[in-house]
């Protein structure tokens, strides 16, 4: 069965830094890109940053640009999302999803496979 695990969040003061991971079983992990979506209360999910399968290219929502990076280790079937600079703003639940192709997309319908999410809450 397809599971994906995220971990990592929490509560950091503005301007801190978070890693989240997200461990992933059940399928050949380096044949799909890896996406990271968030949500925060009142909001609708959105896209926050893709990487493809090989982790060579590299997709940003231009809210976290600058600021997050995108990672992954095929070797260990984790992708990664390091958050620097963290802002109020960026308070949501941070969900891993599986994309349904090698190259990662900001559409939501490309993706399956989604995680249980994990609280990211930053005060100011």
């Known amino acids: 069965q397809v599971q994906l695990a995220e971990s990592g969040g929490g509560l950091v003061q503005a301007g801190g830094s978070l890693r989240l991971s997200c461990a992933a079983s059940?399928?050949?992990?380096?044949?799909?890109?890896m996406g990271w979506f968030r949500q925060a209360p009142g909001k609708e999910r959105e896209f926050v940053a893709a990487?493809?399968?090989?982790?060579?290219?590299?997709y940003y929502a231009d809210s976290v640009k600058g600021r997050f990076t995108i990672s992954r280790d095929n070797a260990k079937n984790t992708v990664f999302l390091q958050m620097n600079s963290l802002k109020p703003e960026d308070t949501a639940v941070y969900y891993c999803?599986?994309?349904?192709?090698?190259?990662?997309?900001?559409?939501?319908?490309?993706?399956?496979?989604w995680g249980q999410g994990t609280q990211v809450t930053v005060s100011s």
């Open positions: 999803a599986r994309g349904r192709t090698t190259y990662g997309s900001s559409y939501q319908w490309l993706y399956s496979y």
């Open positions: 059940g399928f050949t992990f380096s044949n799909n890109a």
């Open positions: 990487i493809d399968w090989s982790g060579g290219s590299t």
